[in-house]
């Protein structure tokens, strides 16, 4: 059982940094990549930032030289460092775990966190 648990999350003013972590557990076989999503309130769930297991970043032009997604193997853990924070940053934060696979042979399928608040407002 695949299980991802996000944390971090709290009420910041504009300008302020945050780090958000993602903690995983369960087995694995492969992955392709970790990723962050967001949704704000009333939208749709959008990208954020992704990290591959070859370290390849890429990030949403709203986010770019503002947040950095960074990754520790050793404690299967996938960090969001967002600073210069804007009122518009204000969402839920996902981490998603993207093309898991179980076993060898099994579908790759896409694993989720129950998401960790981030509020910015002055």
């Known amino acids: 059982q695949v299980r991802l648990v996000e944390s971090g999350g709290d009420l910041m003013q504009p300008g302020g940094s945050l780090r958000l972590s993602c903690a995983s557990s369960?087995?694995?076989?492969?992955?392709?990549?970790m990723a962050w999503y967001r949704q704000a309130p009333g939208k749709q769930r959008e990208f954020v930032a992704s990290i591959t297991n070859g370290g390849s970043t890429n990030y949403a032009d709203s986010v770019k030289g503002r947040f950095t997604i960074s990754r520790h193997n050793a404690k299967n853990t996938v960090y969001l460092q967002l600073d210069s924070l804007k009122p518009e940053d204000t969402a839920v934060y996902y981490c998603?775990?993207?093309?898991?696979?179980?076993?060898?042979?099994?579908?790759?399928?896409?694993?989720w966190g129950q998401g960790t608040q981030v509020t910015v407002s002055s």
């Open positions: 998603n775990a993207v093309g898991v696979k179980i076993l060898p042979g099994t579908e790759p399928l896409d694993y």
């Open positions: 369960g087995i694995m076989f492969s992955i392709d990549a």
